[in-house]
């Protein structure tokens, strides 16, 4: 569970790759999902788009790839998009590990 979600500073984060890995969805789904995320809160809540970062990192090929990093309110924004039994159990192991995190 503690592989979920990093500790950086003092805040706890987590990846859009390991949303794709834990929820078994594609990387640019995920992705898709963030982007009209980001989309909807430009006219609901624009502040809440500062929950996501875009970044990159190397893929296993040492090419660039396109991710986002996200804090506990990003994560909860797009996890609340996803439903199903498997999506509840990663949803909750994720609201462990990020408790986890934040209490150390």
């Not at 909860?76 to 934040?102: C, P, S, V, W």
Request: glycine share 4%.
């Amino acid at each position: 569970m503690e592989n979920l979600v990093t500790l950086e500073g003092k805040q706890a984060l987590t990846t859009s790759l390991k949303v794709a890995e834990k929820f078994e969805k594609r990387h640019d789904n995920v992705l898709r999902d963030i982007e009209r995320l980001l989309e909807d809160l430009a006219d609901v809540s624009p502040k809440d788009a500062l929950n996501f970062e875009e970044m990159s990192q190397d893929d296993m090929y040492g090419r660039k790839q396109r991710i986002f990093l996200m804090n506990r309110d990003g994560f909860t924004l797009l996890a609340m998009r996803y439903t199903g039994k498997n999506a509840l159990k990663f949803q909750t192991d994720y609201i462990k590990a990020f408790n986890h995190m934040e209490d150390h």
